[in-house]
């Protein structure tokens, strides 16, 4: 059974950090693609970041990049959010998410088939 765990959110005040990991169990996903998403009340839940599976390529919504790192340890089937200098807007729960599209770096919503519980972030000002 495929299972993927978040952990890591939690109350920062504006211009903090937070670290979100993403354990993945169940299977091996080291060929396909993983992605934050985050869905903050009465909005979508929007691609924040991706990263292929070999970590070549990434990828940043315009509202994260510079302040935001996707990694990933295939060898312990786990990905990581860094997120730096937070601001109040980065409200919202993360997801990790895994594609069904293998060798592939893909920002389509429905290319995620695998999808965590998430992860409260909030951020004070």
């Known amino acids: 059974q495929v299972q993927l765990v978040e952990s890591g959110g939690g109350l920062v005040q504006a211009g903090g950090s937070l670290r979100l990991s993403c354990a993945a169990s169940g299977r091996t996903f080291s060929s396909y693609a993983m992605g934050w998403f985050r869905q903050a009340p009465g909005k979508e839940r929007d691609l924040v970041a991706a990263i292929s599976p070999s970590a070549t390529s990434t990828y940043y919504a315009d509202s994260v990049k510079g302040r935001f790192t996707v990694s990933r340890d295939n060898a312990k089937n786990t990905m990581y959010l860094q997120m730096n200098s937070l601001k109040p807007e980065d409200t919202a729960v993360y997801y990790c998410?895994?594609?069904?599209?293998?060798?592939?770096?893909?920002?389509?919503?429905?290319?995620?088939?695998?999808w965590g519980q998430g992860s409260q972030v909030t951020v004070s000002s």
């Open positions: 998410a895994v594609s069904n599209r293998p060798g592939v770096l893909t920002t389509r919503r429905y290319d995620y088939v695998y």
